[in-house]
């Protein structure tokens, strides 16, 4: 049963809206992974057209990978997730010296991801640059990974 719709059916419907996002973190039958295409984005930017979301909730944690951390890092990022609503969960990360940042600007940036359940699994993708510019956004859709 995907991530959304057991923590709707299980808590909300239990009246056990406080304790949502510690099922969803405890059970570890719950580990995901979220392969998500970004298909409109900001013309400039740090979106990629890509990212990973590997959400192991055994031990209350999520990575990231897309193009920039890959070329940056070699390696995911660790992020953190937070629940918005029954169908909504937020994940931000950060990336340290990005390496397409503007000559003399900052190189340091956050990224915020919300992930919403539906009729299909959709992602808003946003990045802020140090000194808080605006640093690009997008939307797409995700897929669980087998």
């Known amino acids: 049963m995907p991530v959304f719709k057991f923590v709707h059916q299980t808590c909300l419907s239990a009246g056990l809206f406080a304790g949502c ?3 969803l973190l405890a059970a570890p039958a719950l580990a995901q992974t979220y392969d998500c295409n970004i298909r409109q984005r ?6 990629s057209e890509s990212y990973r979301f590997d959400v192991d909730a055994e031990r209350d944690r999520v ?19 937070e629940a918005v ?7 931000t990360w950060g990336v340290e010296d990005v390496p397409i940042a503007a000559e003399g600007g900052p190189t340091d940036a956050t ?12 992602v808003q993708v946003r990045a802020t640059w140090s000194d808080q510019s605006d640093a690009g956004s997008g939307k797409g859709r995700c897929v669980r990974a087998e």
């Open 21 to 23: 996002l510690t099922v």
């Open 111 to 122: 990224f915020e991801a919300v992930l919403m359940e539906g009729e299909t699994l959709e």
């Open 42 to 47: 900001s013309w400039a930017g740090l979106i």
């Open 63 to 81: 990575e990231v990978l897309d193009p920039i951390i890959r070329f940056a890092r070699t390696k995911p990022v660790k992020g953190a997730l």
């Open 85 to 91: 609503s029954p169908t909504e969960f937020r994940v």
